[in-house]
């Protein structure tokens, strides 16, 4: 557990710096980030996000998953927020597989075959376009005010992509 | 969406001084980190986390979700990671209410009850160890290495949570 060692001592300095302790719960500026979980994306850099600012919502592809929309429901209803920004990105892993030949893989390995999906996505721009179908068809998300991006591991550059 | 703007307006300067354009799609440090959604709780500046580190994974409470252990899965099973760290946090909104009440009051609003888990606790350290203990009892999580703290927003510290 080396890794987590590291990440223990960097937080010493953290802390030497802080000088956020006062914040409130609900987000300053009313918003939900849901974004991709993977490594070279920071949304907090790339956006400009500040302590307090924004929910930051991240799983495998930056999907509307069931519990996606959990926590925006949670965020919304709760919490106050009322925008939802979605982040895919390029050159995501989600690209670079099946769901089908993944399972094969893991029922081959463990004897169990996973009944839930993986969630793959061939696209990201398409993809963006299907996470925010999804949240706008949730009947329990009230605020559908939603922009969607793809950010560029390659140069830090968030693309808009245009929602119907 | 005056705050999207904002964001997009940020996105600039992080470009203007972007230098991470050729990070390698899997984690660095071979860890993902399970977090709490809250906005006050920024995970790479709290852990010293840089692009290309760690996989991020963030929802309400930071639980370990049927969504979250999809992601875990595929961060250990396509990416490599081997180490995961649990951040739950002080002050959680998680704390605040019980599923059953907050379900009666979206039926009463939308007519329908969610089905699904809100997923609310009422400690913090107790829920860091019952979402160690979710994945440990996961069959399809490869590596097991768990490490849990709580945040405390008031000052940036992590506690450690000792896990059994």
Redesign the interface.
């Known amino acids: ?1 080396s ?2 060692e ?6 010493a ?3 030497a710096t ?1 000088s ?4 409130p ?8 980030v849901l974004a991709c ?6 949304p ?6 500040q ?10 592809g930056g999907v509307a ?4 929309l ?2 925006i ?3 919304q ?3 106050g927020t009322e ?1 939802i ?1 979605l982040v895919h990105h390029t ?1 995501c ?2 690209e ?2 099946h769901d089908d030949q ?1 399972k094969d ?2 029922l081959a390995e ?1 004897g ?1 075959r ?1 009944s ?4 793959a996505f061939p696209d990201a721009v398409a993809d963006v376009k299907q996470t925010a179908a999804r949240i706008k068809a949730n ?2 998300v009230v605020h559908k ?1 939603i ?1 969607g991006f793809v950010y560029e ?6 693309r ?1 992509v245009p929602l119907d």
Do not use: C
Request: hydrophobic share 45%; no cysteine.
């Open positions: 557990m890794a987590t590291d990440l223990i001592a960097n937080n300095g953290y802390v802080f956020k302790g006062s914040l719960l609900p987000p300053a500026k009313k918003m939900a979980m993977d490594a070279r994306l920071d907090a850099k790339a956006l400009g996000l302590e307090g600012d924004a929910h930051v919502i991240r799983n495998a998953s069931d519990d996606a959990r926590s429901i949670i965020s209803r709760l919490l925008e920004v050159d892993g989600m670079t597989f993944v893989k893991i463990t169990l996973p839930f999906a993986l969630e009947p329990f005010n922009r591991v390659e140069t830090g550059k968030l808009e």
